[in-house]
């Protein structure tokens, strides 16, 4: 079975400059998810959707980050303008349904702004 | 607010030397809790999953237990292919995952 797809592996981008990251689920999971895990820290759930629909966003700094997922599979985490504080690792996981705890993960997106 | 606090901060084993990671969790009607093993570069992957108080779950040289407030998640003379940091969480009535800060656990062989 192939596992959950991320690119770009890594991305450096000076503040105030916008920058996207792209997620391929595994194939017929209807639940995806963006979390974000800074340095030292566990990771933090940014959005989830189940299919093509939003479930939760309540975590989203929704003034300079927005995400999208088209036709309920792959799916884009934007981040427009960027700050300093973003740089982290943009994991995307992905799981049967919403009631399952076990995810899987891609490797994530490590994003240095500097 | 669903909370999770992982203790200790990092754990430096000599191989075969057992011991026992640490997870407290508040939550709001648990659904679940879940061990995570994540490698330096990678994203986590999932080890197992406890329903109930009293449950426990075995995976080679590792075994997860669950109380009420705790959980457990202890290693049985590890080796240095076991070294990564050791992700708790929780899933309550909001389904969400809520992940404590992480183990990190080095064996020396």
């Known amino acids: 079975e192939a596992g959950v797809a991320q690119s770009p592996r890594y991305k450096i981008i000076e503040k105030r400059q916008s920058v996207a990251f792209w997620c391929n689920p595994i194939s017929g999971h209807a639940t995806l998810y963006w979390y974000q895990q800074i340095l030292g820290q566990g990771p933090k759930l940014l959005i989830q959707?189940?299919?093509?629909?939003?479930?939760?966003d309540s975590q989203l700094p929704k003034d300079r980050f927005s995400a999208e997922r088209l036709k309920g599979v792959d799916s884009t985490l934007k981040i427009q303008p960027a700050k300093l504080e973003d740089s982290a690792v943009y994991l995307c996981?992905?799981?049967?349904?919403?009631?399952?705890?076990?995810?899987?993960f891609g490797s994530g997106t490590r994003l240095t702004v500097v | 607010e669903d909370q999770v606090t992982q203790s200790p901060e990092a754990l430096r084993l000599q191989e075969g030397e057992s011991s026992s990671l640490n997870c407290s969790y508040t939550v709001s009607g648990l659904r679940g809790l879940f061990w995570y093993r994540q490698d330096p570069g990678k994203g986590p992957e999932f080890l197992f999953t406890?329903?109930?108080a009293g449950e426990e779950k075995e995976k080679e040289r590792l075994k997860a237990t669950l109380t009420k407030k705790e959980s457990f998640l202890h290693i049985t003379a590890p080796k240095p292919e076991d070294s990564a940091t050791y992700l708790c969480?929780?899933?309550?009535?909001?389904?969400?995952?809520?992940f404590g800060k992480g183990t990190k656990l080095t064996v020396n062989p």
């Open positions: 969480a929780v899933q309550g009535g909001s389904e969400k995952l809520v």
């Open positions: 406890l329903y109930s």
């Open positions: 959707f189940q299919n093509n629909g939003v479930v939760d």
């Open positions: 996981a992905s799981s049967e349904n919403r009631a399952s705890g076990g995810y899987t």
